[in-house]
């Protein structure tokens, strides 16, 4: 005999509670992977998620849980590197993770994703944008709570040749599948544009010490600007060898070097750079409320992605709540019916595993942090 019971889950004390009717799920807890770069050079972009899941585990299992379960947590690092992700998702598998928050980098996340499909896992990432993870309909359990790369070098590209009116872009990318799809898209918007030519397309090889070659070619390029697709390790040294080589020419990358630790990397020669990255919600009452929890509870400002991670943990344990379930098909229809009230803002998903109701903007370097171009 199915027993039911109703149950109120009152969330993360951020304003919304849902009522709903469920039978219990089988595991004493929920357990709730979360993978991405906690160590290593990209360890700033995946130790925000690492905290923002820590922050809403903690405050709902404090309000009693979901459906009466609490949540557990399974911490599992990437080092945003394919062949270690994975092994983490195997592991977190075989852990029993029933939802996981992750992966960060786009290249790592589609690497596990086939893994946790097969294991009927839902997977939502608060920063990998490669469209093709939503596109390709391959992923049907991937979701994310950020825009996709294309409408990303779609606004880098308007903000180039429409904001600052340049007419020869050099568009250089770091050979990996977020840095290099970036670019790809960034080459096609200018070309179908019809503002401004293409003067250089080319890679880099990530973890180079010197780039002084690729610097020599954009000079010789004769290019206005730089659109860089890839992560602020290589953006760092590509910016500070553009200034040693006192090639004036601006620099406008992407959400992988809109990060604090490319300014404290590249010093000085940071000042000026543009970078897209999410939008800013400092004026939404939920962002506010998750920023002033993470400077409680690490003493510290939130880094990068904290949160689109915030959100993601958001949307899923709601729609847990809602599914009675950790069942894909499950969450996936409680996810794509169910707005939620979240710190990037009231957002749904489509059916591709999109949100409805995030974006990006262009952000610039002044007096040393990312400031927001209205």
Not at 35 to 41: E, V
Not at 238 to 267: E, P
Request: with cysteine.
């Amino acid at each position: 005999m199915k027993m039911r019971k109703k149950f109120m889950a009152t969330a993360l004390g951020l304003g919304f509670a849902v009522s709903l009717s469920v039978s219990a799920m089988a595991s004493d807890t929920i357990k709730i992977g979360v993978a991405g770069p906690h160590s290593g050079d990209l360890a700033s972009y995946g130790l925000p998620s690492v905290n923002a899941a820590k922050i809403v585990v903690d405050k709902i299992n404090k309000a009693g849980g979901i459906n009466g379960k609490q949540l557990e947590l399974l911490v599992e690092d990437t080092v945003c590197k394919p062949e270690i992700a994975t092994n983490t998702a195997t592991k977190l598998v075989s852990e029993g993770a029933q939802v996981v928050l992750g992966g960060i980098c786009s290249g790592a996340t589609k690497a596990a994703l086939p893994i946790f499909n097969d294991a009927g896992i839902l997977v939502m990432s608060p920063s990998a944008t490669n469209p093709a993870l939503t596109q390709s309909g391959e992923y049907p359990n991937f979701f994310r709570t950020i825009a996709p790369d294309d409408a990303q070098a779609k606004l880098d590209v308007d903000f180039a040749t429409d904001t600052l009116g340049y007419k020869k872009i050099a568009v250089i990318h770091d050979k990996g599948d977020y840095g290099k799809g970036f670019a790809e898209f960034a080459k096609q918007f200018i070309e179908e544009g019809g503002k401004a030519e293409v003067v250089l397309f080319e890679g880099v090889t990530p973890g180079g010490v010197d780039y002084s070659a690729i610097v020599q070619k954009i000079k010789k390029s004769g290019a206005e600007t730089v659109i860089f697709g890839g992560y602020h390790p290589e953006a760092s040294k590509i910016i500070s060898m553009m200034k040693k080589k006192r090639l004036d020419v601006t620099f406008i990358s992407d959400d992988g070097v809109k990060d604090q630790t490319f300014i404290k990397v590249a010093g000085e020669n940071a000042e000026g750079a543009y970078a897209s990255g999410p939008q800013d919600n400092s004026t939404n009452p939920l962002s506010i409320a998750a920023i002033e929890e993470h400077k409680t509870t690490f003493n510290a400002d939130p880094g990068a992605f904290y949160e689109n991670a915030y959100s993601a943990m958001l949307a899923m344990t709601n729609a847990i709540a809602k599914a009675g379930s950790t069942d894909l098909a499950a969450l996936k229809a409680a996810l794509e019916s169910e707005k939620v009230d979240t710190p990037v803002g009231k957002i749904s998903f489509d059916a591709k595993g999109d949100a409805i109701g995030v974006g990006f903007s262009v952000y610039q370097v002044k007096d040393g942090v990312f400031t927001e171009l209205k």
